[in-house]
């Protein structure tokens, strides 16, 4: 069956310090992997797609950035973080297009 | 870029009771999902149709393509339905880049 883990699950990070988020996914093969956020009080927003390894597509300007090394691997780092950059990260996948969307546990993180 | 509109953003309700969340989007989309995000933050599919009705326990949704338009019910509303409802449409229509949420409703069940 297929999973997704994301971790770590919360982290309190100081401004200017970086930040590494990672997520796989088991069991399925060329999976599309998605980053999401959602700041307090706000809905979820779409940080970055990527439907291959090394393709990545940024939805919205920021200090953010991700990777894919690996077909089941999608991580999200900064070199250095803002105070608006705390917030409910979450990880999903899908395969194909029009398909189920498959969350990840999510990551919380405050910045301080 | 697609637009989400969900109302109500806020609902109590007491247990028993028939809920009704919409969901109205801007651009035509191959698929609309229904989530479920509880307190912890988490997140669980609950449904994903692009036409008709779809129904799964006490939990049914429906979609009008036409009038670009979904409903979720839910039937003898429970305490454990509390939690946060979102809907959300595919970015630009029906592509693989992601999905946009709607703001969410926060419903409440009363015993």
């Known amino acids: 069956s297929q999973t997704i883990h994301q971790w770590p699950a919360t982290l309190v990070q100081p401004v200017g310090s970086p930040l590494s988020l990672e997520c796989t996914v088991e069991?399925?093969?060329?999976?599309?992997l998605y980053w999401y956020r959602q700041a307090a009080g706000r809905g979820l927003q779409l940080l970055f797609y990527s439907v291959g390894i090394g393709q990545i597509s940024s939805e919205v300007p920021q200090n953010l950035s991700a990777s894919r090394p690996q077909d089941r691997q999608f991580i999200l780092s900064s070199k250095k973080l803002l105070l608006s950059d705390s917030g409910f990260y979450l990880c999903a996948w899908s395969v194909g297009l029009g398909n189920t969307i498959y969350f990840g546990e999510g990551s919380w993180l405050t910045v301080v | 870029k697609n637009e989400v509109e969900q109302s109500p953003q806020n609902l109590t309700a007491q247990e028993g009771e028939f809920i009704t969340i919409n969901c109205s989007y801007s651009?035509?989309?191959?698929?609309l999902h229904w989530l479920q995000q509880h307190p912890g933050g988490g997140i669980v599919s609950l449904f994903m149709?692009?036409?008709g009705k779809k129904k799964h326990g006490r939990l049914i949704a429906t979609i009008n393509i036409q009038e670009k338009h979904s409903s979720l019910h839910i039937t003898a509303s429970h305490p454990r339905d509390s939690a946060v409802y979102i809907c959300?449409?595919?970015?630009?229509?029906?592509?693989?880049?992601?999905?946009?949420f709607g703001k969410g409703t926060h419903l409440i069940i009363q015993p």
């Open positions: 651009v035509g989309i191959s698929a």
């Open positions: 069991g399925t093969s060329n999976p599309n």
């Open positions: 959300a449409v595919p970015y630009s229509g029906g592509g693989a880049d992601g999905l946009t």
């Open positions: 149709l692009s036409s």
